[in-house]
């Protein structure tokens, strides 16, 4: 059975602040240790105030930190906000703390509006369309030291931290392909072109020092809970946070309610259903039915699960019925 990981935006919810949304990210990293989970990724947001880990890089420490054996990244780090060499001293000093347990996933998006994105960066001319030199720059720093190197990552060189392509088009299909690397597709908001990415990406691969053979890994909204009815209700907390990101008026993750159709409008609604049409909903059997069927249509190496879900507790037994989900889906005979 292929790996399960967690993708956390530590979510702050209406009512709570950054610390609990630290709290319990820390705590959900924890279980899905104890449940089995591979990683444990944290991505990169700005001027959000329902997202709590804009300092990606020092929420992986404490996650780091307080785990022992899974591993820890980013999924992402929106590279064209930094320089390669703060990137390589951050993740340097993250692999030197926790060897062996360091994930680097890379985007090229802002992680936030265009405005924001200018006052992380003071120049947008070329920040993306430098991100495939960007990525270049960061694989060296991250290298064994070159003759007459004059910049270095201290620490970080020669720690070769593994460094994945993120993406939602085929650009990033394409870039991971070339250069030999790991791919994530952002399925669980950008669906779209999934299918085509996977393709682009599996036949254009090239192996590399890293990596001999293509590796997918697709991310998926998961929503667990003992009866549908429940997991449908929990899934109307990212359902309403899609709604007011769309309207302009993004906020703390809201909680769940019993009617979405007295808060969208039909297209609101069509616009929300294609952004998460990569969504499993509901109880576990229909957990399993939907996960199995989406590894089975994609050949995904690695199922990213995540689940914006406003009761931490609800939050914990969600992912605990997709691990148990898994061991399942393992003990079955192969078709």
Known sequence: ??????????????????????????????HAETWGY?????????????????????VIGHVAGGTKTIR???????????SPLIIAEQFGTLESLYPGRIDLGLGRAPGTDQFTARALRRDLATSSENFPHDV??????????????????????????????????L???????MLGLPFAFASHFAPTMMMQALREYRSRFEPS?????????????????????????????????????RRGTPGPLPPPVDDMDALWSPAEKAGVGESLACS????????????????????ADE?????????????????????????????????
């Not at 009866?227 to 209700?233: G, K, P």
């Open 1 to 30: 059975m292929i790996p399960f990981s967690v993708l956390d935006l530590a979510p702050i919810r209406q009512g709570g602040d950054a610390a609990q949304a630290f709290r319990n990210s820390l705590d959900l990293a924890r």
């Open 38 to 58: 591979k990683r444990f990724w944290l991505a990169e947001h700005h001027n959000m105030t329902g997202i709590a880990s804009a300092a990606t890089s020092v």
């Open 72 to 82: 820890v990244g980013s999924g992402g780090i929106m590279l064209p906000n930094h």
């Open 136 to 169: 270049l720059e960061l694989q060296a720093l991250l290298g064994e030291v070159q003759p007459n190197q004059t910049i270095r990552a201290v620490p970080g060189m020669g720690l070769k931290v593994p460094i994945w392509i993120l993406g939602s088009s």
């Open 171 to 177: 650009f990033g299909a394409q870039l991971a392909a």
């Open 209 to 245: 020092a890293q990596l001999n053979r293509p590796y997918a890994m697709i991310g998926v909204n998961v929503f667990a809970a003992d009866s549908d009815v429940e997991a449908q209700r929990m899934f109307t907390s990212l359902q309403q946070q899609f709604i007011n990101l």
């Open 280 to 299: 499993v909903v509901g109880s576990p059997a229909v957990i399993e039915r939907g996960l199995k069927a989406l590894i089975a249509e994609t050949g």
């Open 303 to 335: 199922l990213m699960t995540t689940g914006q879900i406003y009761d931490h507790t609800a939050r914990l037994r969600s992912f605990e019925i997709a691990a148990e989900v898994r061991d399942r889906l393992a003990a079955q005979p192969a078709a």
